[in-house]
């Protein structure tokens, strides 16, 4: 057979490949998204300043290297138990009962390849086709994907930059239905940084208390990261206890993204749950990043303070350079590292033969014009808003806003 002839039966059979329906309905991580057109840009010569993407600009610690360093040396290199190290269940256990009062045993806890994982194990493991899952907005990207891929049906709940965004007990009891199986949210909120407090949270949790059957699942892996005051955890008021997932992780606090660990506390059958999906899925997470999340685990967090009193910096600067550009409004976040202004009042405005219709169309206006690279709030359930990510540093932060403004005055 000709090579042409190959070439050409292989496109004919590429041209009958049909992808599955769930992967049509599925839509791109904006912030992933964001973050190719960046370095599409930046690889053309371009200066380009990603504030997209919600990862530490900080190095993992080195008594969390060397933890690893020291496990490869050691040989632990090898398969492990699915749900992880007994020995790393065990230290993320007195991690929950010294920094959040709660009590997990190592047989409720389930380490995985990152928070998202776990967040997929949970909903896989819950949720049928048909199944209400309430989820406030403004979200994190990938909750509502996930929840479409176990073919369960997203009910929003909009919170408004008015209400700092986040909801009442009231607001979800509104929106509970004989189909409500899940609840899910993050505190602090990504892309908010909005924080719940103790009596918001037992206001969620008289709600719950009264719907057995309902699942929340609590995103907590911003815990540290909290300029507030103390860390609230839904699971703490023992008359929901049974019914939280707690999901945490280290890539944000401990600056280990790219090792890739997060873990759940749970009651007893949804971490069994989650242990049998991730066993055919991936099984374990990697050996090495195991053994360092012990160290980290084992920590006392105060050795983070300097991190935090640097992103508290950063929300300062950041807040003060939005209030310089007419037409923003921002809340004050209480934690994260994320400021989620409403540029509503932008809309319709054009530069040129350019129209503004949304936040989308603005932020990328805001790359092509002002080479500065954010994340429209369409993904995140708030058009009105688009989220800017300060974790760069102040020169960093302070360069990005001074081409924002510039890029917002030429708008009429």
């Known amino acids: 057979m000709l090579l042409s002839e190959n070439n050409y039966l292989c496109n004919q059979i590429q041209l009958m490949i049909q992808l599955s329906d769930r992967l049509l309905a599925m839509e791109e991580s904006a912030t992933i998204a964001m973050s190719r057109k960046s370095r599409e840009l ?6 380009v300043i990603s504030l997209s993407l919600g990862e530490p600009d900080f190095h ?31 230290s993320i256990s007195e991690k929950f009962r010294r920094d959040n009062n709660l009590t997990y045993d190592k047989s409720q806890i389930v380490v995985s390849t990152g ?74 909120c990504n892309p908010t940084g909005s924080v719940y407090t103790k009596e918001e949270l037992q206001d969620i949790a008289n709600v719950l208390k009264k719907y057995p059957h309902i699942v929340a699942m609590s995103d907590e892996i911003y815990e540290h990261i909290n300029f507030i005051g103390k860390h609230e955890s839904l699971a703490q008021f023992p008359e929901v206890y049974n019914q939280v997932v707690t999901v945490n992780g280290v890539s944000k606090a401990w600056a280990m993204t790219g090792w890739r660990l997060g873990y759940i506390g749970a009651p007893k059958e949804i971490a069994a749950a ?62 994260a590292f994320y400021v989620f202004p409403d540029c509503s009042s932008f809309f319709g405005k054009k530069y040129g033969d350019k129209v503004i219709h949304n936040s989308d169309e603005l932020c990328l206006y805001l790359l092509e014009e002002g080479l500065v690279a954010l994340v429209g709030g369409e993904s995140f359930g708030a058009p009105n808003c688009f989220r800017i990510s300060y974790a760069a540093s102040e020169e960093t932060l302070t360069k990005a806003l001074s081409r924002m403004k510039e890029a917002f005055a030429k708008l009429s």
């Open 42 to 47: 930046k690889a053309q010569g371009l200066d």
């Open 60 to 90: 993992t610690p080195q008594f969390i290297k060397d933890a690893a360093v020291e496990a490869m040396e050691q040989n632990y290199t090898m398969y492990t138990p699915v749900p992880g190290y007994d020995d790393l269940r065990e």
């Open 115 to 188: 928070a998202k994982q776990s967040i997929a194990n949970v909903v896989l493991s819950l949720i049928n086709p048909g199944d209400e899952v309430i989820i406030p907005a403004p979200y994190w990207v990938s909750y509502l994907e996930i929840v479409k891929v176990a073919e369960g049906v997203p009910v929003v709940i909009n919170a408004g930059i008015e209400k700092d965004f986040k909801i009442s007990g009231a607001d979800l009891e509104a929106a509970i239905t004989p189909k409500t199986k899940l609840f899910m949210f993050s505190t602090p």
């Open 274 to 335: 989650c242990d049998k999906v991730q066993g055919q899925f991936t099984s374990a997470t990697c050996s090495i990043t195991q053994r360092a999340t012990i160290a980290a685990m084992k920590a006392d967090p105060s050795v983070l303070k300097d991190m935090i009193a640097a992103f508290k910096s950063r929300r300062e600067l950041v807040l003060k350079g939005l209030a310089e550009i007419p037409g923003l409004i921002a809340n004050q976040p209480g934690g």
